[in-house]
């Protein structure tokens, strides 16, 4: 049953359910906030740098190595710079070429999620740089690793 005003009326319990769009806005504004009170332990483990590609002095964003996770893991997150952000976030935006020289260091991280990315990026890669398909082909990764690396391919 609707309101007046455009909400919905639970059925028999007399209360106001919020419209699904404004209901999908709070769990966004939710998650922003989640996201955001990871932000100083993320600084201080990037050391306040891009985690990509190490740039200092940059303005940096939480980035969510993909797929995902329903709540919020601040172990599945990344600091980075926004060149990075775009490039990593939509592959349809990628550019190749050696400016992601960085990523063969990157892949050998100790930190998983920035070794996912990294390798994933250098994946993007191989299909037009020798020098990503040979970092790929030095390159070991542990099992838990390589399977992260798989899931949001």
């Known amino acids: 049953m609707q309101a007046p005003d455009g909400t919905t009326l639970a059925r028999g319990a007399g209360r106001r359910m919020l419209p699904a769009m ?3 806005r709070e769990e966004h504004e939710a998650r922003v906030a989640a996201l955001n009170a990871f932000g100083k332990d993320l600084a201080r483990r990037a050391k306040s740098k891009c985690e990509l590609c190490e740039r200092a002095g940059e303005k940096l964003g939480i980035f969510e190595v993909p797929p995902v996770p ?12 926004a060149a990075c952000t775009d490039q990593a976030g939509d592959p349809r935006r990628f550019q190749t ?24 990026l250098l994946r993007r890669l191989a299909g037009t740089e020798d020098w990503a398909r040979e970092a790929l082909g030095d390159l070991f990764l542990e099992e838990e690793v390589e ?6 391919e």
């Open 22 to 24: 404004a209901k999908g």
């Open 70 to 81: 329903r709540d919020p893991d601040p172990g599945r997150c990344l600091l980075l710079c």
């Open 97 to 120: 070429g050696g400016q992601w020289r960085f990523l063969t260091g990157q892949a050998w991280s100790g930190n998983p999620m920035v070794q996912v990315m990294a390798v994933r």
């Open 147 to 152: 399977a992260l690396v798989t899931e949001g």
